[in-house]
């Protein structure tokens, strides 16, 4: 054998070495690649998950809030406007023993407002709407007395809703803090997986183009 044959020969032993170190390199990034997808797009998954429960968490406990404060003050107007329905009530009175039935009838509207328990105002106002009915009102006055029950129903329908939404706004919160504190456990392997997929697809697709024969400039680091 010439010294050009055993040259040719040891070019091409060479040219396959490299072909098949470049190809087990290839192989063991793909590898990579493909093991840690497949946890990265289940622990994405969950993140997003919990972000969407986390925003709507959020929004669901602005929700309640706005829905007490617009209850309250609901049933506050309800009671005021009672009240100024009870002094027309006496403008159309001039029996003086009438008027005072009135007053002591209006000490039990005072009582319903501070009665911020359902149940409880459920009550003061069946004694109010007792004592009211039984006072000799003249006929002209009737109206002013449905307004009155009216108005005081309406107060009471409102701290019935009012009550069936407070306290939620601290499950919501709590819900808030739960899936938060899953992130916080999460996101340290996942930004961890990013960041490993982005190294090992970036020297995938280098020693791609490298067992194409591409000229590649780009260093990279695996």
């Given at each position: ?66 829905k ?8 506050q ?16 009175v ?40 039984s ?69 995938l ?18």
């Open positions: 054998m010439t010294d050009s044959e055993i040259t040719d020969k040891q070019n091409v032993l060479k040219t396959f070495e490299k072909a098949e170190l470049i190809e087990k390199v290839i192989d063991k990034h793909r590898r990579f690649v493909n093991e840690y997808s497949s946890e990265f797009n289940e622990l994405d998954q969950k993140l997003k998950s919990l972000n969407e429960i986390i925003d709507s968490s959020k929004d669901k406990k602005e929700d309640v809030l706005n007490v404060e617009i209850l309250t003050e609901k049933r107007l309800f009671y005021h406007q009672a009240e100024k329905y009870f002094d027309d009530l006496k403008a159309k001039s029996d003086p023993e009438i008027s005072r039935d009135i007053d002591n009838v209006y000490t039990e509207l005072l009582k319903l407002k501070s009665a911020l328990v359902p149940d409880l105002e459920k009550q003061h106002v069946n004694t109010f709407s007792g004592k009211l009915s006072i000799a009102l003249p006929s002209n006055a009737d109206d002013t007395v449905a307004s009155i029950k009216a108005r005081i129903n309406d107060a009471m329908a409102a701290n019935i809703d009012l009550h069936q939404i407070k306290g939620k706004d601290v499950d919501f919160e709590n819900e808030k803090l739960e899936s938060e504190k899953s992130v916080a456990e999460i996101s340290p392997r996942h930004n961890w997986l990013k960041n490993r997929l982005a190294s090992h697809k970036e020297a697709d280098y020693w791609d183009k490298v067992s194409k024969g591409q000229d590649v400039q780009m260093e990279v680091k695996a």
